[in-house]
């Protein structure tokens, strides 16, 4: 079943992405969790929307091996008015400095966060969930060391697309349980890291199914431009070029002077003197 579909989309919220042939797996990535993120059909803050989140996050912290508790149960997930509310000064002082790093105050309405009452006293980590976030940021970290918080946050998009993947990676390959995952590693480093063959072919899965066969993936495609070899009437096909570009002030066409210099051919100015 197409991922949109599993988490709620109907209709085509927002243009699905081109992808390039040679995109890696970084590139391919963070236009399919964009799209997955701007289509996201509820509030971040909802009822919908927060407990969809800590549903997911309960599927992707627990596999990842820089995510220390190794237990997401004791987490708590509300919207950021309510966490200045509930958390302790310096807490929802490394939350601000986090956010303000990442997009300002701008990003205050929109953001929710997750944390554990019992350790975030004695820097438990805490995690915020951004409606989006750019794609040089997405899915890091942020320790505040002068308040011992260690603060995750990532777009929801990220948070959708990465836990499909870690599910579906190690339900294909059950031994990459307890190894590192891809998402262990700063997104600027996918691309070289370990295991990122096998993700990139779960994410090629993913997106095959979200356009139907492999036959409407390639439509997204783009294919590479092919640089032309041979040109037997440039002068035909460069007319509504010249019909807008001056050479010079004298009369001349550029496209005209360059298509007979093309030709090998000497100018002639009688030819392409304009009257």
């Avoid at 197409?2 to 919220?13: F, T, V």
């Avoid at 570009?245 to 030709?263: A, H």
């Amino acid at each position: 079943m197409k991922l949109s579909k599993i988490i709620g989309i109907e209709g085509n919220k927002c243009k699905f992405p081109k992808f390039n042939a040679d995109d890696t797996f970084r590139q391919k990535f963070v236009k399919y969790g964009r799209w997955l993120g701007k289509s996201f059909p509820h509030s971040l803050s909802s009822s919908e929307g927060l407990k969809f989140c800590s549903d997911r996050l309960g599927v992707l912290f627990p596999m990842l091996m820089n995510f220390i508790p190794k237990d997401f149960s004791g987490y708590t997930g509300v919207s950021f008015p309510q966490a200045e509310l509930e958390l302790d000064g310096n807490s929802i002082f490394a939350v601000r400095t986090v956010l303000n790093r990442l997009s300002g105050s701008s990003s205050y309405g929109g953001a929710i966060v997750f944390y554990n009452s019992e350790t975030v006293r004695s820097g438990g980590e805490i995690t915020i969930i951004l409606p989006e976030c750019s794609a040089v940021n997405d899915g890091g970290s942020y320790n505040v060391g002068n308040r011992n918080r260690n603060v995750r946050f990532m777009s929801i998009g990220y948070l959708i697309l990465a836990s499909e993947l870690v599910e579906k990676v190690i339900s294909a390959y059950p031994e990459q349980a307890g190894e590192k995952v891809v998402f262990d590693w700063q997104n600027k480093y996918w691309d070289a890291c370990p295991p990122v063959e096998v993700y990139d072919e779960a994410l090629r899965l993913l997106l095959d199914e979200e356009t139907t066969s492999a036959v409407d993936f390639k439509k997204h495609v783009k294919r590479s431009r092919k640089i032309p070899v041979e040109c037997r009437d440039k002068k035909v096909q460069d007319i509504k070029m010249n019909q807008s570009t001056i050479f010079n002030q004298l009369g001349f066409r550029k496209v005209e002077v360059d298509t007979e210099t093309y030709k090998g051919k000497k100018f002639n100015y009688k030819d392409f003197f304009i009257n």
